[in-house]
């Protein structure tokens, strides 16, 4: 017996693995993280980078990367140096990158909702990955001000004979 016009279900594992292998098709990139005090502290103690000048102030300082810093992380700037010059006690902060790459994750898939024009949308979260990243980084990372993951919603679309993923919003 020939049926037309029967669509298959979409499940939440086959929405899952559309939206990762999406994800796994972009270039791997490192990991943005802001490093506040603490983590310039924790960076210092894992020989990430050195003093290298102390300010009049007392407030102000430079450091710089050292070879296992290298390794670990690059500057959003560029160069080998931190320059650590605060305005005031609440906007002490720079921003370094992985040199780990790795692909977004995809997780926490939502119930799936049919949308208008016979499509399906599906809430998740979307998540860096911060394998391969040393631990101390991994403990910066997860301090205030980095943004680990966001809510993002899937569209997808039955062509031809199979459910497809449209975008990510």
């Keep these: 017996m020939l049926l037309t016009g029967c669509k298959p279900d979409l499940t939440q594992a086959n929405a899952l693995a559309m939206i990762q292998a999406k994800y796994d098709q972009t270039p791997a990139v490192g990991v943005t993280i802001t490093v506040d005090k603490n983590g310039l502290q924790q960076g210092l103690a894992a020989k990430y980078w050195t003093l290298t000048k102390v ?98 919603q899937a569209d997808f679309a039955y062509e031809g004979s199979a459910w497809k993923l449209h975008s990510i919003e």
């Design 55 to 152: 300010y009049p102030n007392l407030r102000w300082a430079d450091y710089t990367l050292t070879a296992e810093g290298k390794k670990a992380i690059t500057l959003l700037n560029g160069g080998d140096m931190i320059q650590w010059h605060p305005d005031s006690g609440t906007d002490s902060q720079f921003v370094v990158v992985t040199t780990a790459a790795n692909h977004l994750k995809a997780r926490d898939i939502q119930d799936i909702q049919d949308a208008v024009g016979g499509g399906k949308t599906v809430d998740f979260t979307e998540a860096v990955n911060l394998d391969g990243v040393p631990d101390v980084l991994q403990n910066i990372a997860h301090s205030a001000g980095n943004k680990l993951s966001n809510k993002r």
